[in-house]
């Protein structure tokens, strides 16, 4: 009864905050590209009774701060149509399917380190990445099903391109993180922080435990699957360079060309869920998630110790959001990749460094006699 | 002429260049823009803008340098106007006299309205008094047409003085040197 209750909260607990972040992940994205771009960007919502608080006011609205609620509401009361061509069962299913994965992702990630007596994890499965890469995989279907629902030149070409370059990335995703697997003997997520904190963080192992010659030798290791891991997360989630599924210029606006009012709030939902999902995977495998090795902050509170619990979940916030930083600075970095290019980079370039990174790690834990 | 294509070096092929030359550009509008260095677009509404001289905004009547109605009345910025805009209702027999001497009289009623107006200056142009002025105002804004009308007193009002012209002054003034003899050069 008990964990019930714990979990219900838990859940609570993470999807409103997660729906929040998503709503200002969108407001982010919007001023990160602005200032990029040397432009101001949104800052004109204001609110009646806060807008007239002297400094504080004009600052939110400068800061674009009411504009996700305004945007909410938009998305809500804009007329909900749908074309006579579509085909209707999957159109109204096809926004759904794309946004649960997004939040199923979620449950399986320690986003904090232990608070009283509850472990700051939904469910700590054995088996945690497994579970990440099923659930992930589901996402597909959500583009797929809408490309084909619209019954539409664009939606579909979209649709299609997305079911390619996310099936071919899953595998350079999936064996990118094999490395990870052999360095620390578990799947659990749980126990892949507790090992970054006693040996070093996965992407760049070397504080910790040491200098030692395994240290230093994995240090290639970690990098190589990092990085792989973090461009095919990039194609995971659709975002530039890898947005062939919506490609703008091209496509319109690719899968979700039909589709308006709430059900397009719910693939942009989707959409910035899954790169909250991303970001947080690559958190906890690669960049310690909620530890750090300062301050003794590597280690999970003992109880009553409540303010290091909530500095944990602090630090797991700080450093998702940072990688959300760097998928928006990237989409201004960097052109569209041609839609060959993209499978070409893929399949000849990274699923054969990935594979190569496995033989790599085994070959240094066997011969540093681990 | 033909362009030499090299083959991209092993290097180049890694996309890492490219990906390091987009870091340098991004990063540095990025800390361009939210440092303050790099002028981004002028807050319009909130900041005022500013028109250079000699813009042509909307015309309004002036006064003179003693306050009074420059307009005479002659109804030549009526005629010449391109989209009719301007409506004069002259004093008649009956009507008010001027407001300043050397006048024979000053419009009852002068009307511009605003959403007919071109901007085109051709009043300015014409008027023998140096009476109506093309001035900075660019947007003006009502509620309803009719406020879009405006009638004598508003255009006085938003005109205001021209004190450096003082035609009619100097006039008077070679007038007067015209009365005693010898004559003034």
């Given at each position: 009864m008990q964990f019930v209750f714990f979990t219900l909260l838990k859940i609570a607990c993470v999807l409103g905050p997660l729906l929040t972040l998503v709503a200002y992940a969108v407001l982010a994205e919007r001023k990160v590209s602005a200032l990029i771009q040397d432009r101001v960007g949104p800052n004109r919502v204001n609110l009646p009774l806060i807008g007239s608080i002297p400094v504080l006011g004009p600052f939110l609205t400068k800061l674009g701060f009411w504009h996700p609620l305004v945007d909410g509401v938009k998305s809500f009361i804009k007329e909900d149509f749908t074309p006579a061509h579509v085909r209707k069962i999957y159109f109204w299913l096809a926004p759904a399917i794309s946004l649960v994965?997004?939040?199923?992702?979620?449950?399986?990630?320690?986003?904090?380190?232990?608070?009283?007596?509850?472990?700051?994890?939904?469910?700590?499965?054995?088996?945690?990445?497994?579970?990440?890469?099923?659930?992930?995989?589901?996402?597909?279907?959500?583009?797929?099903?809408?490309?084909?629902?619209?019954?539409?030149?664009?939606?579909?070409?979209?649709?299609?391109?997305?079911?390619?370059?996310?099936?071919?990335?899953?595998?350079?995703?999936?064996?990118?993180?094999?490395?990870?697997?052999?360095?620390?003997?578990?799947?659990?997520?749980?126990?892949?922080?507790?090992?970054?904190?006693?040996?070093?963080?996965n992407a760049f192992p070397v504080f910790g435990g040491g200098f030692g010659l395994q240290q230093l030798l994995l240090i290639p290791c970690g990098v190589i699957s990092f990085?792989?891991?973090?461009?095919?997360?990039?194609?995971?989630?659709?975002?530039?360079?890898?947005?062939?599924?919506?490609?703008?210029?091209e496509l319109v606006s690719g899968y979700h060309t039909e589709y308006s009012s709430m059900k397009f709030g719910m693939f942009f939902i989707g959409e910035y869920a899954n790169m909250f999902a991303g970001a947080a995977m690559m958190t906890t495998l690669f960049l310690g998630g909620w530890t750090l090795p300062i301050l003794g902050l590597n280690v999970a509170p003992a109880e009553g110790e409540w303010f290091k619990g909530l500095l944990h979940i602090g630090i797991f916030m700080g450093k998702m959001l940072g990688f959300m930083f760097i998928f928006m600075w990237i989409r201004w970095m960097l052109p569209r990749f041609r839609y060959d290019q993209l499978m070409d980079l893929g399949w000849r370039r990274m699923i054969p460094l990935a594979l190569a990174n496995i033989i790599l790690t085994a070959a240094v834990l066997a011969l540093t006699n681990r | 002429m033909i362009v030499k294509r090299n083959a991209l070096t092993w290097f180049e092929r890694l996309y890492l260049p490219a990906i390091i030359g987009g870091l340098k550009v991004t990063t540095r509008h990025f800390l361009n823009t939210i440092s303050g260095t790099t002028k981004v677009t002028q807050q319009y509404p909130e900041e005022p803008t500013r028109v250079l001289p000699g813009y042509r905004g909307a015309p309004y009547l002036v006064r003179d340098q003693d306050g009074a109605t420059k307009c005479v009345s002659c109804q030549l910025c009526e005629f010449v106007c391109p989209p009719k805009a301007i409506r004069i209702t002259p004093p008649g027999p009956t009507g008010q006299p001027a407001d300043r001497?050397?006048?024979?009289?000053?419009?009852?009623e002068f009307e511009i309205n605003m959403l007919r107006c071109i901007f085109c200056g051709l009043c300015q142009e014409v008027c023998p008094e140096e009476a109506i002025f093309l001035k900075s105002d660019f947007s003006l804004t009502g509620l309803a047409r009719g406020e879009m009308i405006y009638d004598k007193e508003k255009l006085l009002a938003l005109g205001g003085t021209h004190p450096g012209i003082q035609k009619w002054k100097h006039k008077l003034e070679e007038a007067k040197e015209q009365e005693t003899f010898p004559v003034k050069v």
């Open positions: 994965p997004a939040f199923l992702v979620v449950a399986v990630i320690p986003f904090g380190s232990t608070l009283g007596a509850q472990k700051m994890v939904i469910a700590d499965l054995n088996v945690g990445i497994l579970y990440t890469f099923g659930i992930v995989s589901l996402g597909v279907y959500g583009i797929v099903l809408a490309g084909y629902a619209a019954n539409s030149k664009f939606p579909f070409l979209g649709g299609i391109r997305a079911s390619a370059q996310m099936i071919s990335y899953e595998i350079a995703m999936g064996m990118s993180v094999i490395p990870v697997f052999l360095v620390v003997g578990d799947l659990n997520l749980g126990k892949i922080i507790e090992h970054q904190a006693q040996n070093g963080w990085v792989i891991f973090f461009i095919s997360a990039l194609a995971e989630t659709n975002r530039l360079p890898f947005d062939m599924a919506e490609s703008e210029s | 001497t050397n006048a024979e009289k000053m419009p009852e």
